[in-house]
């Protein structure tokens, strides 16, 4: 359990808005028209006269090269742009067999817990239930990202981030062994990385914190269904049909709930609050994630722009918001901590030439960008982006490397994807962005939205 | 106007277009994934029986735009996601564009060019992109972007469009 009062201090006036929120507004009354005036108080602890207790609904957030596995492998890498946090996990009812997982990347694009088998010890990983199905099996699932899938047993765990747990959690043991050591050709064909290992992963574990509550939602409930997640049966003879699984936040689990949305309170969303970065970037930094909106005195929503997005009846998917930009509406967009750069097409902007660098802009010098962010309510904030030259950017020890783009496509007459502007982590930097989950009441509005 | 084959053979197929756009079909796309699991005749660059090759194994509902120079056939699947395949007035079927919650059969709808595809883009070394996929051949052009949940993507073959395709169709 991480308690660190570095997240206080960031988000000090917002604090004193939430304070006025918990008391006035739990039935998601006026929001954040509060005055937050007032310069909270910085102090790092608490402790004069107050009997309220400690905080706990946060956890710090780090970016950094990512697991000590990928960084010192031969064949390794340095994460950019990731944001991390540390998570816990305990066999069911016990408070000895357990591990923190350090380098689990926090992701608003996606939903559901997932960690690599190979880092959990295995006294711990063999005293963790799978799920089974309606047949007494096991249940395995496939799980796409943008770059690839993963694949792996349902397992469950009791959970523990900053001060919020949940018990018996589902998630998704990337890699597992026996019956799940083979990846069905339902789940490969989508193509891409099979993200099994540390080195394909970048990570230890994925915590996706998106907008929707489960991660296939009513997708999963009928026969055949799929969405992002597909799950399966798994017999003796390995993983082959399709199975439903139930959309439920609360126990009995069976699809994989965004972790949030299953804690017991402060479960209506996230912010991720990260510094600025330095115009050059940095070695590393630290911010914190909050669970909850407007749930506490730390987590109000304060006077952000709240700009909801396509739910998952949406035939495209949840958690889109269109961004207008060069006189296009591109309506297809979303914030996406899981995206280590923006994604955004703009043929003015230079590609990098140089090898393995094509895929990012590299302006000959910073190029602001003006956009307009607009949510599904019809609300607008203007937004600033700069963009970078990526492989001057990217030539030093950084792992905060701010301003980096890429376009969608690197074929230069094209513009295949006019419709999407991908907000990455570097649109997070010096923001407090928050995540609010599909139909739930978060400060005065209801999920999904995001908001800054 | 040229050839129509825009409804399936199947069934239980819906009968109209517009409803079922999402809950409907689930066995019909079990049974699609799990039965019919031969893409010999996969679409791109294939003959244009093959897109009813595809239509099936996707367990989707399927109507067709007709252009001067190609037609576009739009496929809605169970879970409301699309498929087009852009089909040249001789049949050979030179575009594939896809949108929805999940990436469709990819294996199926590529044929031999998925293996191109993934030897050209899974890559363990140097720094990795969190960011779509990419892969620009003279012959074979691919894009598969998106997130988990929302994805979008295309492919097609430049050697073979017809001369009047424009790379912004593809969507």
Redesign the interface.
Known sequence: MIKRSLGIKRLGAIGAMGLALVLTACGGGGGGSSNGGSTASTASTGSTTSTTPALTNFTTLTIDGGPTALTTNP?G????N?AFVSVTICAPGSTTNCQTIDHVQV?T???GLRILASVITPSLLSALPTETDASSNPVGEC??????YTFGSVRQADFQVGGESVANLPFQAIGDTGVFSTVP??C??????NESTV??L?ANGII?L?V?ATDCD??CT???????A?YYDCPSTGC???ITRAASTTAPFQQLPNPVAAMAVDNNGTIISLPASPTAGEATMTGTIYFGIGTQTNNGLGSATVLTT?T?????????ITVDFNNAVLN?S?L?S????Y?FADSSIPQCTQT?YT?YYCPTSPVTLSTTLVGANGTSVAASIVINNAYNF?DNNNTVVPGIG?P????P????????F?L?LPFFYGRNVYTAIENKTAGSATGPYFAY | MKYKRNQPTTARRPQTFSTCARLCSGGLAALAWLGVASPSFASLGGVASSIEVDRAHLAARSSTVVNAAYTVHIMTLPNGGTVKEFERSDGVVFGIAWRGPSRPDLRQLLGSRFAVMQADVVVHSGRRLRAPLIDERADFVLHSAGHSGAFVGSAYLPQMAPASFSVSDLQ
């Open positions: 064949n890498y340095i994460d950019d990731v992701d694009g996606s939903t799980f796409g990202y943008v770059d690839g050709s339902t490969s064909s989508g193509g891409g990385t080195l394909g970048g996706g998106g929707m009513s997708l009928v026969a055949g269904g799929y969405g992002a597909i082959a049909s399709i396509t998952s009846a949406s035939p495209n998917g949840a958690g889109l297809e979303f996406d899981g995206s280590n750069l994604v393995n895929a990217f890429g969608p496509t690197t074929f007459s094209s513009n295949v994807y006019p419709q999407s991908d990455g």
